[in-house]
């Protein structure tokens, strides 16, 4: 499958707000799962969130609430909503499209 690509990512203040965005190419984009995950600085990746084909959501209980995922098929792209960032939040976010990992895109939150 065709390497997704993340973008979005950057440097913000605690409290603040990031969309990251993730396009792939390929005919199948409207009809497979998607989803986010992310690593930290000494940590294992973690999943953040995913959304099937018919787009029902799911989301790890670190971000529930404050990150919204979401897809527009018109346009092959996954989004990341994330909003009331913290700190903790700093990452490598990676996007998945179908069995395959995007490169990721690096999020910093700073105090």
């Known amino acids: 499958q065709v390497q997704p690509v993340e973008s979005g990512g950057g440097l913000v203040q605690a409290g603040e707000s990031l969309r990251l965005s993730c396009s792939a190419s390929g005919s199948i984009f409207s009809i497979i799962a998607l989803g986010w995950s992310r690593q930290a600085p000494g940590k294992q990746r973690e999943w953040v969130a995913s959304i099937t084909a018919g787009g029902s959501t799911n989301y790890a209980d670190s971000v529930k609430g404050r990150f919204t995922i979401s897809r527009d098929n018109a346009k092959n792209t996954v989004y990341l909503q994330m909003n009331s960032l913290k700190p903790e939040d700093t990452a490598v976010y990676y996007c998945?499209?179908?069995?395959?990992w995007g490169q990721g895109t690096q999020v910093t939150v700073s105090s």
């Open positions: 998945k499209y179908g069995l395959s």
